[in-house]
Structure formats: C-alpha cells, structure tokens
C-alpha cells in the first residue's frame, strides 16, 4: 500500500486538517494502527493501516490545514514492496459512511461531461374498445357503477380484497361497499379500526406479499394520516427494488370538495397525487368511465389512486351490460368534439365544463371538451391535438390553482403548441383559500359555470 | 320511578363522591343547556340552516361538566374533535356565537368560516373543534408542552373517542408525555362506537384506562354518565398532571343517544340499548333525582331553571338564523398574516 491518500470522512468533505502524526519513518504499522488524526469542521478521526509495512515518508506536515481529500499524504512500503509501484490506496478510515462512492467520484476525469439522462420513454395511452355491436346501456348511478366494478373483480381474483372503514359491516359510510360483506365475507372485506397510517401500510405490505388490495378512504382527506405510506412505500418500491417487488393495489375514496363540512373535510387531491411518479391517478367523471376504469385499476400492476367524489356517486349514467367492461388508463375522452376553443377537465370539474358547454355551444362556440380521466399519466397528446386546432384552452378544476393539474396543463401546451396558440391558456379553479363552512363562502370558493364560460370569452376574445 | 330508583340506590353508596349542593346546582344547569342547546341545533338542521356534519353531545353531557368543573376555568387548556358543542358551552362561551357559527353567520365563533367541527376561542383556552380524528391528542400535548415550557402552571385537558384511541399518533403523545411530564390528562370519551363500529370490533382491548400502561400512565376507568363520578376523578387527575407528575388518562364511560352525525341512520345498535341508557343511566335525570330528594330544589325552582335555559337556548337559534352570512371579503381573510 505505498502511498496512503487524504481519506474522505463524510460523504461531503472535500478538504480537512491533519492535526496529528500517530508514527514517524521506521516505524512498522500492521493493519488496523491509527496512522494519523485528521480534522474536519465536523468532526475528528482516525486514518487506520490497511496493510503492514514500513513508514517511509510523511509528505504532509503535522498541523497542515485545507489538504485536499485523495492528496497523498505517507508512502508505508511493504514487504518487498517499493515506492511507485502499486496503485495508489486509500486508507481505511475509522468510522466514514460512504468511502467506496467518494473514491468512485474522485477518479472520474476531470474533463467527464456531466450524465445526461435518456428522454422519458413516451407513454403512449390505448384507445377505449369498441363496444360490441347492440350491446345493451344500463342507466345507473356512478355508486353502482364502483360497487359492480369491485364486485365483479373480487369474483374473479381471489387475490383482491377490500380494507377500509365502515367498508363492511356499516356498509360503507358512502354505501360504495354495499352487499360486499354479504357476498364476500368478513376474510375479503375487512373493517378496521380508524388508523389510516397503519391500514395502508398493513395493504401496502400485503400487496408487497403478492394481494391485491382496495383500500377504502372513508374520504382522501384523512389518507393524509397515510400518505406516507402511499408515496414511500407504494410509489417508490418498484424503483427502489430495482423492478422487482410491486405494490398492486388501489386506493380509493370520495376526493375533492363536499358540501359544507369546512376547512379539513373539503379539498381536492388530485393534484397532490398526480406529482408522484410510480402513482397512477385516476379521476372518472361519468358511471361508464368509474366503473371501466376501477376494474382496469384493480387489475393494473401499479398503485393506483382512484379519486371518486361525493357529490358524483349519485349520479346517473349509461353503462355497457358486458361481461368484463374495461377502459383504457392513460386515455382522455373526448366528451363533445368541437373546433373553436378546448376546454379540459376531468372530475366534478367536468360537470361546471359540460354545462358551460352546453351554453357556449347554444351561444355558437363550437367547444372541444376534452375529460381526462387520467392525472397521471397524462394523456398530453390529446390535449395537445385539440390545441393545435382550436388554439385555445381553458382548464376546469376543483383544487387550488398553484401546482395545479392546469397548470401542468398550461405548461405542456406551451412547450409542445406554443405556435398554434391564439390566446393565453386560462385556468377556472378553485379559490386560493381552505374551504370555508358559510354558504355563501363555500359557493364562492368553488368554480362556476359563469367563470367557465368568462374564460372561454375571454380567449376567444369575445366580450 | 325507575330514574328515582336508581338515583336513590347510589346516594345509598357510601364511597360514592358528592358534590355540594350548590356544584349540583351549577352541573344541572351546565348539562340541561348543553342537552337543550343540542336538541334545538338537531331541530335547526332538520330546517336546513345547519349544512354538513353536526354531531351532538346529546347523552355525554356529565363529561365535559365534571371535567371541567375540576379545572380552572380559563386557565386550563381544552381541546377536543368535532363533537364540541357541549365543551365550548361549559367553557362558558357564547351559545349565540355557537349556534351562528353551526348556522354559518357572521356572528359566529369563526365568522361562520369553520362551522360546527371547528370552533375556538384564545380568550376561554378552547383549541377546537378538530375534524381530524386523533390530530386533537398531539395538539394537547402540545398545549401541555407550552405549559411546562412556561411554567405557568396551567394543564392541558384533550378529549377523544374510544375510535380515535386506536390512531396511531395517540401512543406517539402518550409517549412524549410520560418522557418529558407533560401536564396532560387524556379524556377518552368512551361512547362504545365509532361511527358505526363497537369497541369491541375495533380494539383489541377495550380497556381504554389501561392503554397507557406500557407508559407507565395512570389510568382511571370513570362511570361518565355520573357527574359526580367525573368531576372527583377529573381533580385527582388534573392535580396529578399539575403537581408535575406528569399524563394521566381518564376513560369515561359514556353514551352518545344520537346518530354519530346527523346523517347515520344508527342501525348498529339496538333501540333497546339506547332506551336503557337514557332511562336509567340519564346524567341530567341524576342530578335532577338528586337535587329533589336531599329537598335542595323542589320542582317548581327547577322548572325556572329549565325556562332560563330555554330562553338562551331560543335567544341563540333566533340570533343565529337572523344574523347576516359573512361579508364576501372573508373569502380572502385570515389565510396568513401579512407582517
Ligand atoms: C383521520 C380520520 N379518519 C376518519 C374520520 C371519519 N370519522 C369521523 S368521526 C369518526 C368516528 C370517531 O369515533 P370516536 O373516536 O369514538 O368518537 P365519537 O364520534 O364516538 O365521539 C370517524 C371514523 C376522520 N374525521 N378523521
Ligand atoms: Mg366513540
């Protein structure tokens, strides 16, 4: 080990002290023998003999400030070892975390570029099927909708269960959960106690195990007793684990806004999720596309986030009567097809932007409507289509404005269509404040069709 | 009669506490506004002017009562979760600004910005009125931790259900609170369900007063629907965390008559069960049992009573359904403060 070099002790050092010589020139060190005491800002440590030897130089003084990490510092020959010969060797330090990955660093030339990353692979989204011909529409409710996507689900794989509050024996607090008890069983439908942290971690893990839970929010705002577990331990562990261990599972609930229950019980986390890579968000809008979409969730290989909302489970809509009706995640619908503005939306927004539409149309304003239903990943080439022939957007949501899913919106238009664009893109959003409880407070808060159809005047600069 | 037997069977008891007559007086008054301040506020959303959720005290008045007749007033810190209406009037707020508030008005305790699960007051040491369930057991030891921190003297009393005694950030605080001796009781207001679940579906053990004992807790298991029961173990309690002993955990054992909000249809128990606390376990119809037979009251100064209260309770509702909504600007207020 001829020479010994400044040892790193942290993984940020980049100089330090060497305050004092342990051996002088003769002296013979065996592995494991203090050589010197070295100080940082931080800290004061040992450099330790790696191999046995013979000291035959001190290059740095005693007391020299500012030595460079990786300089030489002491030339310790071995049995018939001589100077110049091997490689350099880093001494064994006493007590450093990451050593191997400083040493690493430091011998990359200098003239190395920085890494440059290979472009995001392109999702592409498939498109929805075609529905077999005659096939009969059954008008229900966007409840039953989710209640028959996981029923049929859980018949067909005796992996998938449900875990929640008040999912079985009450029902469901939202009735999502109806009958499943009674056709399931307590083993697959599974009440808890009310610890958001430690249900999701339990499915998380469970999932991790090989099943395949739906995890019922009684609302996603009390997931953020849990979203540790959902961003930590759902979203990264495919990455962390390199491919090999999944988390196939969904969680979902009521999201967004309710009616008059205030500050902590109102909000919209679709844009919360929608950040997280190794998430899928969902956020249906009609029965067809709940009851689609759940079922594509419960078998997606991925966690998925499946943002209902209250207000919408009341709703009706037609449903195929098919024996496994599935949809596209990724895959943004084309609610009304139109040339001269494109407004998109997804959720309880689509409703403020389908009765918007619904007037601008009878005003003469031929609207795109564009539901996403899909946060993430987003289907940007649709959106991005529709701009670059109405070279107009408005986005509707119900969440607040920074960061949110229009902004996403505003910036990938302005990257991919800045040229055809006519007009600024316009967000209608939800008020920049926590939901107040007054009426008249709440309702001013939320978006409305008026402020829809404002931005729709404003880009088509109509007055 | 059968009230009265009861009543009379316990005054037989020899070991149970008693209260003066004149703190009997002050909890029939305290427990009979708060039972007809709820029933009005169940009435009024019935008519619509209260939205959202709206749970009621209904059945768990003695808790509240007793505890806080054992703390000072004013000085002791209190927190609970969104079933407070009976907490802020016994901390002696307003009942007018409670009821504008459930109704949303502007003359509310929050302006009509927080609504009937979020309600507070700096002046009385109220700290909510909290929607989350359990966040209201770190918030009290943290209300417990500024009071060490202080050294001022004062305790921190935090409520919460035999539901949210399973989060997990209850035994965090339980934690926390033994290490460093927080002035803290924990009030675990036993009502036997959560929503629509039993304790015995949800816990392990339902044991609540026992739940600290791997923290080296004091724990009381309490008949909350016995004011006198609560108050006595509240001083023992309270004068515990205050002398600098540290947490002490009170379980009450109480009964809720009402849905668990207005919404729940209450299916998961039965009518008898409910029957049985009100008529033989009602803490009002205790005291009230009591106050007659030791001829401290008769019926007639108690029907004074009970119109005083009405008249409040009545002045409340017609100030919170006349009162003006808040002014549009609020929308924009109290988000952060410009300095
Ligand atoms: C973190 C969280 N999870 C769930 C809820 C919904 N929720 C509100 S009250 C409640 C039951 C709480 O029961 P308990 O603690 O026994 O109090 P009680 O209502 O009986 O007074 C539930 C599940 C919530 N508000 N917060
Ligand atoms: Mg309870």
Redesign the pocket.
């Known amino acids: 080990m001829p020479q010994i070099l400044m040892p790193a002790l942290s993984p940020t050092m980049e100089e330090g002290t060497l305050s004092k010589w342990l051996v002088k020139v003769g002296d013979t060190v065996s592995p494991g023998d203090v050589l010197a005491e070295i100080e940082t800002d931080k800290a004061t440590m040992e450099v330790e003999a790696v191999d046995s030897g013979v000291v035959k130089e001190l290059m740095i003084e005693e007391g020299t400030e500012g030595v460079k990490v990786n300089t030489p510092i002491a030339l310790v020959l071995g049995e018939g070892e001589q100077a110049g010969e091997a490689a350099p060797k880093v001494a064994e330090q006493a007590a450093t975390s990451e050593p191997a990955a400083e040493t690493a660093a430091a011998t990359v030339p200098a003239e190395a570029k920085a890494p440059q990353a290979a472009d995001a692979p392109k999702f592409v989204a498939q498109d929805d099927p075609d529905l077999p011909e005659g096939v009969e529409m059954v008008e229900m409710t966007v409840r039953q909708a989710l209640n028959e996507a996981m029923a049929e689900e859980l018949r067909r794989d005796k992996d998938v269960f449900v875990i929640g509050?008040?999912v079985a024996e009450y029902q469901g607090a939202y009735k999502i959960t109806q009958n499943l008890l009674q056709e399931f069983g307590p083993e697959r439908i599974v009440d808890t106690p009310?610890t958001?942290h430690g249900f999701a971690g339990l499915a998380v893990g469970a999932a991790f195990a090989g099943l395949k839970p739906i995890v019922e929010f009684?609302t996603w705002?009390?997931a953020m007793?849990a979203i540790d577990q959902i961003i930590n331990s759902a979203a990264k562990q495919l990455y962390m684990s390199g491919g090999q261990v999944t988390a196939p599972m969904v969680f979902r609930g009521p999201n967004g806004v309710a009616s008059r229950v205030g500050a902590q019980?109102s909000q919209d986390y679709s844009a919360w999720y929608s950040h997280v890579p190794g998430l899928t968000v969902i956020a249906p809008y009609s029965a067809a596309d709940a009851k689609g979409l759940l079922k594509a969730a419960i078998r997606s290989p991925n966690p998925v986030i499946f943002l209902e909302n209250e207000i919408l489970y009341g709703s009706t809509g037609l449903v195929p009567k098919m024996d496994d009706f599935l949809l596209p995640i990724g895959k943004a619908r084309i609610a009304r097809k139109g040339a001269d503005v494109t407004i998109v939306s997804f959720s309880m927004g689509m409703r403020y932007a389908s009765q918007a539409t619904e007037k601008l149309v009878a005003a003469g304003v031929d609207v795109e409507l564009i539901d996403l239903r899909t946060l993430r990943p987003l289907d940007s080439d649709t959106v991005i289509e529709s701009v670059k022939k109405t070279g107009r957007m408005v986005t509707v949501e119900e969440g607040w404005p920074q960061g949110g899913i229009g902004a996403e919106l505003s910036a990938r238009v302005m990257e991919a269509a800045f040229d055809y664009l006519d007009a600024p893109v316009m967000r209608v959003t939800g008020k920049d404040v926590p939901m107040p409880y007054a009426a008249n407070l709440e309702k001013l808060a939320l978006p409305h069709v008026d402020d829809v159809i404002a931005a729709v005047n404003a880009v088509t600069y109509r007055s | 009669m059968a009230r009265k037997a009861v009543a009379s069977k316990a005054k037989t008891q020899t070991n149970v506490p008693q209260l003066t007559p004149e703190q009997e007086l002050e909890a029939y008054r305290e427990m009979l506004l708060i039972r007809r301040f709820e029933e009005k506020a169940g009435q009024m959303y019935g008519m619509g002017l209260i939205g959202g959720f709206c749970?009621l005290y209904i059945g768990q008045e003695a808790v509240v009562t007793g505890v806080t007749m054992a703390s000072e007033k004013g000085k002791d810190a209190q927190i609970t979760?969104?079933?407070d209406h009976g907490h802020m009037l016994v901390m002696g707020l307003d009942p007018k600004g409670v009821m504008a508030e459930l109704t949303g008005r502007q003359g509310g305790l929050s302006g009509g910005k927080g609504g009937s699960m979020h309600m507070f007051s700096n002046e009385h040491r109220f700290y909510g009125g909290n929607?989350?369930?359990?966040a209201q057991v770190s918030l009290g030891n943290g209300l417990a931790f500024a009071a060490k921190y202080r050294g001022d003297g004062t305790v921190a009393l935090a409520y919460?259900?035999?539901?949210?005694?399973n989060?997990g950030q209850v035994y965090e605080s339980f934690n926390m609170a033994k290490l460093w001796k927080l002035p803290v009781v924990f009030i675990i207001?036993n009502?036997k369900?959560?929503?629509g679940t039993s304790t015995e579906r949800s816990s392990a053990t339902t044991d609540f007063s026992k739940r600290g004992a791997s923290f080296d807790i004091p724990g009381e298991q309490v008949d909350g629907m016995d004011v006198r029961m609560v108050y006595d173990a509240a001083q023992r309690a309270i004068e515990y965390a205050r002398s600098g002993k540290g947490p002490y955990i009170l379980e009450m054992l109480t009964y809720?008559y009402r849905g668990?909000s207005m919404s729940d249809p209450a299916k998961y128990r039965s009518k008898d069960e409910v029957t049985k606390y009100r008529q033989e376990r009602d803490p009002i119809e205790q005291v009230k049992a009591r106050l007659l037979e030791s001829g401290a009251e008769t019926e007639e100064s108690l029907k004074v009573i009970e119109s005083e209260i009405r008249a409040i309770v009545t002045q409340a509702a017609e100030f919170a359904t006349n009162d003006a909504e808040p002014d549009p600007a609020e929308l924009w207020t109290d988000i952060t403060i410009s300095a």
Do not use: K, L, S, T
């Not at chain 2, 929607?131 to 359990?134: A, P, R, S, T």
């Open positions: 509050e008040e009310i958001e009684m705002n009390f007793q019980h | 749970h979760g969104y079933r929607g989350i369930v359990g919460f259900g035999d539901g949210a005694a989060q207001e009502n369900y959560a929503m809720r668990h």
